[in-house]
């Protein structure tokens, strides 16, 4: 079992940054590949960036690419997403979500996620 607890979230104005962070625990937390994702309401969950669980690969949603970067610290069990260049578009819940374990594909689909944290709001003002 593996917990997921985001935090970061805010209100930004257009073209700033932020960093979200996401706390993993569990026995075996840092065996497992981890994403973030966002939904705005009434839309379908989207992948934003996905590392695999020793940090190896990652990969990027198209409309972040060059934007967000994705790190994590596994011996601090967290994941970051530092968002810079922040667009109204990027306003959503964010959320993260953990895959595994020792996954090290390139499949991030939302219905591949084994474990979610409950989110955490990102609004950006133009």
């Known amino acids: 079992q593996v917990q997921l607890v985001e935090s970061g979230g805010g209100l930004v104005q257009a073209g700033g940054s932020l960093r979200l962070s996401c706390s993993a625990s569990?026995?075996?937390?840092?065996?497992?590949?981890m994403g973030w994702f966002r939904q705005i309401p009434g839309k379908e969950r989207e992948f934003v960036a996905g590392?695999?669980?020793?940090?190896?690969?990652?990969y990027y949603g198209e409309s972040v690419k060059g934007r967000f970067t994705s790190s994590r610290d596994n011996a601090k069990n967290t994941l970051y997403l530092q968002m810079n260049s922040l667009k109204a578009e990027d306003t959503a819940v964010y959320y993260c979500?953990?895959?595994?374990?020792?996954?090290?594909?390139?499949?991030?689909?939302?219905?591949?996620?084994?474990?979610w944290g409950k989110g955490t709001l990102v609004t950006v003002s133009s």
């Open positions: 569990g026995r075996t937390s840092s065996w497992y590949a």
């Open positions: 590392m695999s669980w020793d940090g190896g690969s990652t």
């Open positions: 979500a953990a895959k595994g374990p020792l996954y090290s594909g390139s499949d991030y689909g939302p219905d591949g996620m084994n474990y």
